[in-house]
Structures are given as C-alpha cells and as structure tokens.
C-alpha cells in the first residue's frame, strides 16, 4: 500500500513539474498590424507578387527620394521632411485609389456573376462547376480568380477551402456575401438554389445603383476637399525655387508654421471626407 501511495504521489509529481518544464503547442508567428494591414491593403487592390515589407520598403524609400529632391530644391529642411512624408505616403494612396475603383467594379459585375450561375445551374450543372465556368464565360475582370478556383477544386476536390481561397484572392465584401451564400446554399442543399440567386441578383443591382448615385453626388465635395488641401502645398512647392523667399521657413519659427500648416491640413481633409462620406462596405465574412 506504501509502495502504491508513493508511485502516485511521484506521478502526480512529475505531471506537476511537466506543465512548467515540457514545451507548450508550437503557434504561428502572428504579424504585426502594420504587416497585416498592408497585406489586406494589397489584396484590396488586387496587386500580386508584392510583399508587405516590400511595400513598406517602397514607401520609405520614395518619403527619402522626396525629401532629398525637395531639400535639394529649397535647402530648408521642415519643407524637405514635409513633402518627404507626403511621398512617403503617395504609395498608400495609390493602393488606397485602385482598391476604391477595384471595389466598384466589382460592385458593378457582381449580378451578372450571379446571373452567369444561376443559368449554370438551371441548365444542369453543379455548383462547383457553374463556378468554375465564370472563369471561362464570366466577366473579364473577374475570370481569373475563378479560374483559379476551378482549378484548387480539381485538384483537391475541397468546395469549403476552394471557398475560402477565392474569398482571399478577391478580397472584396460583396464577393464575401456572394460567396457565403453559395456556401450556405450548397451545404442546405434544396431546391431554392435557383431563387436565392435570383433573390441575391436583383439585391445586388438595387444596391449597386443606389450606392453609385450617391457617390455621384458625392463626389463634389471630396474633390473640393482635395483641391482645398492640395493648393497651399502647391504653392509652397513653386515657392521652393526662390531661395530668398523660402530661407525664411528655414528656421524654427518656418518649422512650426509648416508643421501647423500640415496638421491643420490633414484633419480640415478628414473631417470633410468624415462629413461627405459614405459608409464603406466592410468584409465582416472573412
């Protein structure tokens, strides 16, 4: 009975001790919110084969091409650290306007995806293959990532990741309910497979055609708000090649003007884009 009670004992013993010393499950290195949020920025726009460091990169290295060129204009070193962040961001913004166009493209041919399957499915096919025929007979825009589903599908006969991989390749909100409807849809399986896509079709036109009549009346005072922005730091721009005038922002005084000049800038255009603006469609079905 002593020998058992102490066999127990240095069991539970060594457990004890093995919760501290053995190795816990190894995990996936989590990225860092600036990786991530320049990954899904890429994805948004729809640029392949750029990394989010090489992005980063990019950006640092145009915000120091804009400050040696402006520094090198002005000699004065608060218009050259200006415009260099102003560079410095010129790649976001780009990446941030072609997703904006990319979206509403999309929007735009979203009911005719729709439309393509439900005649797919109406003339025989499954739904895996009235997918994959988007790539062939869908719009050109929107072909190659089906195409690449088609092509995940045959190879590993997995609907739900072939999902989830043309989910990420498009990157794209509407695409996300469109899909995980047709997830939903092939899982319950039925026979309103043709009248939820009918149903999802005309949503999407009522809603894409709402959304660009409003964006049409819109767009007044976002491009105001840009050109208000934009024309001090023109002008500061051209002021650059007259040494005389601008040696006198070369001074701590000049820097606190400019500093104060940007920061009033930058939030006068958030807070108009924050009055005008119209609230964007978020992919809450990753």
């Keep these: 009975m002593g020998l058992l009670l102490g066999l127990f004992f240095g069991i539970g013993l060594l457990l004890i001790i093995a919760t501290f010393v053995a190795p816990g499950e190894s995990r996936p290195p989590q ?25 980063i990169g990019a950006c640092l290295i145009t915000g120091l091409l804009g400050f040696a060129l402006m520094f090198a204009v002005s000699g004065a070193l608060p218009i050259g650290a200006v415009f260099g962040l102003m560079a410095g961001a010129a790649p976001v913004a780009l990446a941030k306007s072609r997703a904006r166009r990319r979206l509403a493209e999309f929007r735009e041919l979203w009911p005719d995806v729709v439309d393509n399957i439900a005649s797919a499915v109406r003339a025989g096919l499954s739904l895996s293959e009235a997918l994959a025929q988007v790539g062939e007979r869908g719009p050109l ?11 995940d599908y045959a190879s590993t006969g997995r609907f739900a990741e072939s999902l989830d991989r043309l989910k990420a390749r498009l990157a794209d909100p509407v695409g996300d309910r469109v899909i995980e409807a047709l997830r939903i849809a092939r899982e319950v399986g039925g026979g309103d ?6 149903s999802l079709s005309t949503f999407l036109r009522d809603d894409a055609r709402t959304r660009s ?4 009346r819109q767009s007044w005072s976002v491009n105001g708000a840009r050109v208000a922005v934009a024309a001090p730091w023109l002008v500061l721009a051209l002021l650059s090649f007259q040494g005389d005038v601008i040696e006198r922002y070369n001074s701590p005084v000049g820097a606190i003007i400019i500093g104060a000049g940007a920061v009033v800038c930058v ?3 958030r807070l108009m884009l924050r009055i005008g603006r119209l609230p964007e469609p978020e992919r809450v079905l990753r």
């Excluded at 990225?31 to 750029?50: F, K, N, P, T």
């Excluded at 497979?193 to 009918?198: I, P, V």
């Design 267 to 269: 939030f006068a255009y």
């Design 31 to 55: 990225d860092g919110r600036l990786i991530s949020r320049s990954r899904e920025l890429l994805a948004s726009a729809g640029v392949e084969g750029v990394t989010p460091g090489a992005f």
């Design 141 to 151: 825009p929107l072909r190659e990532p089906f195409r690449r589903f088609g092509a």
């Design 213 to 216: 009549e409003l964006e049409s």
């Design 193 to 198: 497979l043709g009248r939820l896509l009918r």
